[in-house]
């Protein structure tokens, strides 16, 4: 449970779930909004936020096409951050009441930044806005495509998966774990052996450059799922899983398997992918800890 108000203190919200996310908007329209270099928004889902006290005072103005920003008409907080088309909606985090546990991971329209301010290191950045909003996400994903994995894509696919790890996993694992898991990649032709062993995947996006890709094992091991950082949480992932998924099974397997990372198995049990056990495992002498999961066909 988290309260925040605005400076004069005459509207006071409350939210009863959690904060999903945290990250900062250098849009030309949050630094007018704002009146600073970026905007801080805490992501959290809108049937959870409500404004307890004071919603006379609060004003709203569409600052373009279908998104609002909502604001104290008596000190000229700002508060909310509206889509019409989202489920989510931006919390301006300095209006809460208490410190937030939660650290910004992402940083979007980087393009447009106060030449004055540094960026902040380990963050996802985006120079514009890529697979952020429910919409331009649909969209997004319905311009992927999945095709067989071919000789040609090697190198892309050693940098997607490099990128994955070392942009996406900074929340879950340690500088040490990250390069160790990352830098498997750094050996072309290990790399190259380890994709031959599965019937890979690969998602295109325009131009038909790799976007992402995935593995299965036959008969029915998932044997690896990575996107490209830029794409994360636009629904490739999904999209690579329910393809791997349709690949025929062999007659005697009844069961899919996968190990999965901090990373993936979120959108594992999405699929309905159960953990069986949590396993310790090393790479190059780093010591991991994966999830054996399993799902029935
Ligand atoms: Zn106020
Ligand atoms: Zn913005």
Request: aromatic residues 10%; proline residues 3%.
């Amino acid at each position: 449970m988290h309260s925040g108000s605005c400076l004069c203190g005459r509207i006071r919200y409350g939210i009863t779930g959690p904060v999903d996310e945290v990250g900062h908007c250098h849009c030309r329209i949050c630094q007018k909004a704002h009146g600073t270099a970026f905007a801080t928004y805490a992501r959290v889902s809108a049937k959870n936020f409500e404004i307890t006290y004071g919603q006379s005072s609060l004003q709203s103005f569409e600052s373009s096409a279908g998104t609002k920003r909502t604001f104290c008409r008596e000190c000229g907080s700002q508060l909310q951050f509206i889509r019409d088309d989202a489920s989510h909606i931006g919390i301006a985090i300095g209006t809460f009441d208490a410190e937030l546990e939660v650290q910004p991971s992402y940083q979007i329209w980087t393009r447009s930044k106060a030449a004055w301010w540094n960026l902040q290191e380990g963050l996802r950045s985006h120079e514009t806005q890529p697979g952020e909003g429910a919409n331009s996400r649909e969209r997004y994903v319905d311009a992927v495509t999945i095709r067989a994995y071919a000789q040609a894509d090697l190198e892309a696919l050693r940098t997607i998966y490099m990128a994955a790890i070392r942009e996406l996993g900074g929340e879950h694992y340690s500088a040490e774990q990250i390069q160790a898991w990352a830098g498997f990649a750094n050996d072309r032709a290990g790399f190259s052996s380890w994709l031959d062993d599965s019937r890979i995947l690969v998602a295109v996006g325009n131009h038909d450059t790799p976007v992402g890709f995935g593995g299965l094992q036959p008969p029915s091991r998932i044997s690896s799922l990575f996107v490209a950082p830029g794409v994360a949480r636009s629904g490739v992932g999904s999209r690579l899983l329910e393809h791997l998924l349709s690949l025929d099974l062999s007659a005697a397997s009844t069961r899919y398997t996968t190990e999965a990372s901090e990373l993936s198995k979120p959108l594992f049990e999405k699929f309905g992918f159960r953990v069986t056990k949590i396993e310790h495992t090393t790479v190059s002498e780093v010591a991991f800890i994966r999830y054996a999961m399993h799902k029935h066909a």
